[in-house]
């Protein structure tokens, strides 16, 4: 008799999991780095730094320490994300390296190198203890409680270039409100993938525009006026930027309606306009945005953005070669906001979108891994943690160069300053094992139709 066993125990689903060409990327991230590091010494000083070794080193044992990481506890992870963390992380310290140069008091490299060993233990300690993420669908009003509470704690410190937005005690100083974008997108992703039937199908409509209750959406668009407004108040445009595209982003993605993205565009615009109108320092970075060479024009010099246009022009093509720019000119903000004119002028526009596709590959990896998931939770927190990335780097990069008025961001990985460096790893962190929850075998998972097995009864 012949039948067909049904029941009979499917086979293992073997899925690849890419671990050994993320050791060997991670490889050639290191050695990209410290070619970089050598470039830069030979450009300045005709002869290989003499650290170069213990730089290479340190890079590299990070790099391993992080990868084994990832071996043992998320084996299923995305295999790029790591070795691009890790590259633009090794580049952002040669620019910063390069910039010390021409600053011999002010040397900043060393630090960042110990932040660096700072994020990736960070990394590694969430990789190891976070086993699940729909653990933290359990911390949601704790999440938004703490990132309200590090976004008003810097209104009671002094200003810093105009910004109230730094905690400086002694010699040490962080950035709360960096680490409170991972708790919002924390927040925003559980709440919305609670209420998202709510959200998508009750309320009045308005024409074509379906909105939703005011008793589901109240609490989740009070946070986020209370965080623009505390941001405002601090004078921090970035971030009150960042966390509006985030709520919107991730409100879309949660309903599906494409009028959420012309609502919030519409809301920006009004909310740039009336900031921008009656708060005297971001009216000022509006006025160089629109007038960048007034400052030449009026007999003063050339301002930072000035500068940094400058920079991207004289970068060409492939560009002048690390170490032989002289980005430096642009002032004390450098090595932080507008590091990436650096990058523009010695690497050119050839480096430059070398470095944006990076960027762009994370991102999408992100992304990717949030649409294979089947939680509505982990899905939005990786489509939010990814859109973070995605919307600093626009912010940043359209500032620099002109598109947009400067926001005082810094560059993910690229700029000096510890809080950005610790968050950016920790959303990487968490992208990797949401990306390993996505990739890994169901094992309740039985497979169907044409790759079903078939297996011949001879009973």
């Known amino acids: 008799m012949t039948a067909t066993t049904a029941d009979a125990p499917p086979p293992e689903l073997r899925l690849p999991k890419r671990r050994g060409v993320e050791l060997v990327l991670l490889i050639g991230a290191v050695l990209i780095s410290v070619y970089g590091y050598i470039d830069v010494g030979l450009a300045k000083n005709d002869a290989v730094p003499a650290d170069t070794l213990n730089y290479g080193a340190g890079l590299g044992l990070l790099a391993l320490l992080a990868h084994l990481a990832v071996r043992f506890r998320a084996p299923y992870a995305d295999p790029l994300l790591l070795p691009i963390a890790v590259l633009l992380n090794g580049i952002g310290l040669v620019l910063i390296y390069r910039l010390d140069l ?64 730094w905690i400086r005690v002694g010699g040490f100083s962080i950035q709360p409100g960096e680490f409170a974008k991972i708790l919002l997108a924390v927040f925003f992703a559980s709440y919305l993938s609670a209420n998202r039937n709510a959200l998508s199908y009750t309320g009045r409509r308005i024409w074509r525009l379906q909105l939703p209750t005011m008793r589901v959406l109240a609490p989740v668009l009070a946070i986020w006026l209370i965080s623009v407004g505390v941001l405002v108040l601090e004078r921090d445009l970035g971030t009150s930027l960042l966390f509006f595209g985030l709520f919107v982003i991730m409100l ?59 920079a991207f ?47 762009a590959l994370a991102v999408a990896r992100g992304y990717r891994a949030g649409l294979a998931l089947r939680d509505s939770f982990g899905r939005l927190l990786a489509i939010g943690l990814s859109s973070i990335l995605a919307i600093q780097v626009f912010v940043i990069a359209g500032g620099v160069m002109g598109l947009i008025p400067l926001t005082g961001m810094a560059m993910p990985f690229l700029a000096q300053g510890g809080s950005s460096l610790v968050t950016n ?5 968490l992208l990797i094992r949401i990306s390993d929850s996505a990739r890994r075998p169901d094992p309740g998972f039985v497979e169907t139709g044409i790759i079903a097995p078939i297996v011949e009864d001879e009973s």
């Open 313 to 359: 022009a004289a970068g060409g093509i492939l560009g002048t070669g690390l170490g032989l720019g002289h980005s430096i000119l642009i002032g004390f903000a450098v090595k932080s906001d507008f590091i990436l004119a650096t990058a523009g002028e010695e690497l050119g526009l050839a480096g430059l979108s070398a470095v944006f596709l990076l960027y």
């Open 252 to 310: 879309y993605v949660a309903t599906g309606r494409l009028s959420w993205i012309a609502i919030g565009m519409v809301m920006a615009a009004f909310g740039a306009f009336v900031v921008g109108s009656l708060e005297p320092h971001i009216r000022g970075r509006v006025e160089d945005w629109l007038h960048p060479f007034a400052s030449i024009d009026a007999g003063q010099g050339a301002n930072q953005l000035a500068q940094s246009l400058f």
């Open 102 to 165: 021409e600053t011999p008091g002010n040397s900043a490299a060393p630090t960042q190198l110990i932040w660096s060993t700072l994020a990736v233990a960070l990394f590694i300690c969430c990789v190891l203890f976070l086993r699940d993420h729909r653990v933290l669908q359990q911390y949601t009003y704790l999440s938004v409680a703490a990132a309200l509470a590090l976004m008003i704690i810097p209104i009671f410190f002094p200003a810093v270039n105009g910004a109230k937005i």
């Open 425 to 429: 790893w920790v959303i990487v962190a």
